[in-house]
């Protein structure tokens, strides 16, 4: 699915490993808060029941259903600010079934020459880290060669003076780059992510042109179901 947190997209979000440098002295205060913003409001558990609800009231096509677990693990090969990100089907399955896991990754977020990155990572044996989610402690034994630096596809987040209560983060399109379903070669691949207290929107597709936000339509919206 395109939507997918440029986490499916991007093995090939939630959202990685970054690597920590010194900040302009100017912006150091705005990055601070909004760093201990993004370490607050990430970690979770999430679903899209809600924006499948709206599109039935609505009566627009629905949503895939699908979850999302945004979890802090100590990493400290990786950073400071370490997140496992799993993504799974949001379907109710029979008692018993095991959940099916979408992607899974590492995110991070950290300060990288004056501004606020993630670096994504994938896993380069996924089924060793599929309890990450409920046995973050796995990740005390991470190595750096365990994963993937998903290259040319970091987001660099920001807020706005007049919208404090959401950050944002958006990729280069023209340095993330991703085999394209459709065609079988390669495209760009934008990525846009908006982040409140409460909820996750992520949209992630080919990029369009001059770089146009993406139609509020093409987000999927996890709301938080559980967590801090």
């Known amino acids: 699915m395109a939507e997918r947190l440029a986490l499916t997209c991007l093995s090939g979000p939630a959202l990685a490993a970054v690597l920590l440098a010194a900040g302009c002295a100017s912006h150091a205060p705005r990055h601070d808060v909004e760093l201990a913003q ?91 880290w599929r309890e990450g989610a409920s046995t973050p402690e796995l990740f005390s034994s991470l190595q750096p060669q365990d994963v993937k630096l998903m290259r040319g596809c970091g987001l660099t987040w920001s807020s706005e003076p007049d919208a404090p209560d959401k950050i944002t983060a958006t990729d280069d399109p023209s340095h993330c780059l991703t085999s394209s379903a459709a065609t079988g070669g390669v495209e760009s691949l934008a990525i ?33 179901s559980g967590g801090p």
């Open 192 to 224: 846009h992510v908006e982040l409140t207290r409460d909820e996750i929107a992520v949209s992630a597709g080919p990029a369009g042109p001059g770089g146009a936000k993406p139609a509020a339509d093409s987000y999927t919206r996890f709301r938080r």
């Open 38 to 128: 993004i370490d607050e409001w990430l970690p979770g558990r999430y679903d899209n029941q809600a924006q499948i609800a709206a599109d039935g009231r609505a009566g627009r096509s629905p949503h895939e259903p699908l979850a999302l677990s945004v979890v802090p693990v100590d990493a400290l090969q990786m950073g400071h600010h370490v997140f496992y990100v799993e993504e799974s089907a949001g379907r109710i399955e029979a008692p018993g079934t095991p959940r099916l896991i979408l992607a899974e990754h590492l995110a991070a977020i950290d300060l990288v020459n004056g501004k606020i990155v993630a670096a994504l990572y994938s896993f380069t044996d996924p089924q060793r």
